[in-house]
């Protein structure tokens, strides 16, 4: 389990803190899905949790141990918004095996058909899949770093509707094996999840108590 306990972060240059006070909670298997107005300091969460920054305030637990930012960025897979701006391999292959060497086909192959990716041509350019694909290879490219927690920033920003409905179901799906935290601001396409929500108000992170809703029906 992950834990955040009274985190304040205030960037040398941000004139207010960013964070205030922030208390949260991530199990295995209950995502967490964080939703906030623009500006209100989602992303910047995203950085402290994955240890890209570090918080003047407070503490983040990890299986009731203190984890410091090394341990953090080693934990924490963070696909941000619009991943696809930032991939570096000139093939769909390349992107795949950037940082891992000795990749093996079998684990390859095991994290494509997990995101859904299993007939893909490695030798194309990621400039040429679809919008719901490369959201895929980023998704994929961060599985295979095999992280405990997985952070999302705006997952579904700029798709399509039929797409945010395939990429909302591999999430629900990806959310039974890691530690999942979703920030965005479209909380309505998460309701029907069993997920614990928090609304970000401002740098306030505050747990919203609504009951989730049963009814899977579409
Ligand atoms: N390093 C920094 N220096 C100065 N200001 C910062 C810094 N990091 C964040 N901020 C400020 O903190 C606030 C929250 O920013 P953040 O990017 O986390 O918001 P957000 O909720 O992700 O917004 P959006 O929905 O537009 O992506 C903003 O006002 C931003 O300008
Ligand atoms: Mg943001």
Avoid at 145 to 151: G, H, W
Avoid at 156 to 184: F, P
Avoid at 186 to 208: C, D, H, R, T
């Amino acid at each position: 389990m992950l834990e955040l306990k009274g985190l304040s972060l205030h960037p040398a240059t941000a004139e207010k803190p960013v964070l205030k006070g922030i208390n949260l909670k991530a199990h295995y298997g209950k995502p967490v899905i964080v939703a906030g107005p623009s500006g209100s300091g989602k992303t910047s969460l995203v950085e402290v949790i994955s240890g890209l920054s570090k918080p003047q305030k407070g503490e983040i637990n990890w299986k009731n141990n203190q984890i410091n930012e090394q341990q953090r960025r080693l934990l924490c897979g963070i696909v941000f918004q619009f991943p696809e701006r930032y991939f570096l391999g000139l093939t769909v292959g390349q992107e795949l095996r950037l940082g891992h060497r000795r990749l093996n086909g079998a684990d390859l192959e095991l994290v494509l058909k997990k995101v859904g990716l299993s007939d893909i041509d490695l030798k194309k350019a990621p400039e040429q899949l679809s919008g719901g694909q490369q959201r895929r290879l980023a998704l994929a490219v961060q599985l295979l770093r095999n992280p405990s927690i997985l952070l999302l920033d705006e997952p579904t920003a700029g798709l399509d509707w039929s797409v945010r409905g395939e990429i909302l179901a591999l999430l629900a799906n990806l959310a039974k094996e890691q530690v999942l935290i979703v920030v965005t601001h479209e909380a309505e396409l998460f309701k029907n999840w069993m997920i614990s929500s928090y609304q970000l108000n401002e740098g306030v992170l505050l747990p919203v108590n609504a009951l989730p809703n049963i009814d899977k029906k579409r």
